[in-house]
């Protein structure tokens, strides 16, 4: 009897060791699984919120400001690629590291980092969407530590349709419309055969572009 107590015993301890590291790889790396989708951005002031067309695929994601100037951010490279389309339908690239690119932080790819951590904050209905709520703390190449609270859609397999991020720059907000699941065009996250390097470029001097 006593035996077979003592066997339970340290078969329920395995179990408790396998559990927090299971726990623990989950918080190692990036942990997002979201599926390929599409979105409006609405990001800052609910008055006067600056909008965007966001694509995700994997870990990628592009970022249309305006049909003339985009960016795109390829952590599996490490790299940030900022594209301009000029008046004379000419196009424009330049390469950086993430630690280099100094635009406007954008809450999805906020929530990236050579590791994240990820704990349950309830559930809300945000946007029309029952969500999983979620607090993050992500820790970026560089060491420094971004927090950010996400609302997972349950309806749209767990796409994000509001993400508020706490930075060294401040505090960002943004509300995801018109989700659209389903798989993209590659092109989307393909970057131009040529572009030039941030430390090439100097001083930067755009030229004029029309929407």
């Keep these: 009897m006593r035996i077979s107590r003592t066997i339970g015993k340290i078969a329920a ?24 989708f599409s979105a409006i951005q609405l990001m800052g002031p609910e008055r006067r919120p600056l909008p965007a067309k966001v694509y995700w695929s994997g870990a990628s994601m592009r970022v249309d400001l305006t049909p003339t100037l985009a960016t795109l951010y390829l952590p599996a490279t490490g790299k940030v690629y900022k594209l301009t389309l000029y008046p004379d339908k000419t196009h424009g690239c330049i390469v ?3 630690d280099q690119a100094k635009m406007l932080p954008e809450p999805l790819e906020l ?4 590791q994240v951590k990820r704990m349950p904050a309830g559930t809300e209905t945000v946007e029309g969407h029952s969500c999983k709520v979620e607090n993050v703390v992500g820790t970026r190449a560089d060491g420094k530590t971004v927090e950010s609270k996400v609302w997972e859609a349950d309806d749209l397999k767990g796409v994000p ?5 706490q930075t060294e720059r401040g ?3 943004a509300v995801y419309r018109d989700v659209v699941l389903g798989t993209l065009d590659k092109a989307l996250f393909t970057p131009p ?9 100097g001083q930067v001097v755009e030229k004029e572009v029309i929407e």
């Design 161 to 165: 349709v509001k993400i508020e991020s």
């Design 13 to 36: 301890l395995v179990i408790l060791v396998s559990s927090a590291i299971v726990a623990r790889a989950q918080d190692s790396g990036d942990p997002w699984k979201f599926p390929d």
């Design 171 to 173: 505090k960002f907000r």
């Design 111 to 114: 929530l990236q980092g050579t």
């Design 193 to 201: 055969d040529k572009c030039t390097p941030f430390e090439k470029m």
């Design 96 to 98: 950086m590291r993430t």
